[in-house]
Nanobody
Framework: QVQLVESGGGLVQAGGSLRLSCATSLRTFSNYAIGWFRQAPGKEREFVSYMKWMGGSTYYADSVKGRFTISRDSAKKTVYLQMNSLKPEDTAVYYC??????????????????WGQGTQVTVSS
């Protein structure tokens, strides 16, 4: 079981920025993906972004494209989600997830094997 620990959430005003971190216990860095999802109260878990470690390809949901950036620090085994120009509708619990085997696209929660505990992001208007 892969361990994932998110951090960096908090309260920010609309237009502000936050950077989320996802520290992983992954020992090998071959064919896997790290994804970010979010879940607002009363809503289903929603895809935000993912990165495939092999090749570093990234993908974003339309709702965050141009505002959020996913990146990694290989030495620290950590993936980041830089969130700029935050909006009240970005308010949610943000989760990182790991998938050991990847597919062409990785936007479904069911494709991921391990999940972190989540970190709350609240954007005030």
């Amino acid at each position: 079981q892969v361990q994932l620990v998110e951090s960096g959430g908090g309260l920010v005003q609309a237009g502000g920025s936050l950077r989320l971190s996802c520290a992983t216990s992954l020992r090998t860095f071959s064919n896997y993906a790290i994804g970010w999802f979010r879940q607002a109260p009363g809503k289903e878990r929603e895809f935000v972004s993912y990165m495939k470690w092999m090749g570093g390809s990234t993908y974003y949901a339309d709702s965050v494209k141009g505002r959020f950036t996913i990146s990694r620090d290989s030495a620290k085994k950590t993936v980041y989600l830089q969130m700029n120009s935050l909006k009240p509708e970005d308010t949610a619990v943000y989760y990182c997830a790991a998938a050991i085997n990847t597919h062409e696209t990785m936007i479904l929660p069911s494709q991921y094997d391990s999940w972190g505990q989540g970190t709350q992001v609240t954007v005030s208007s």
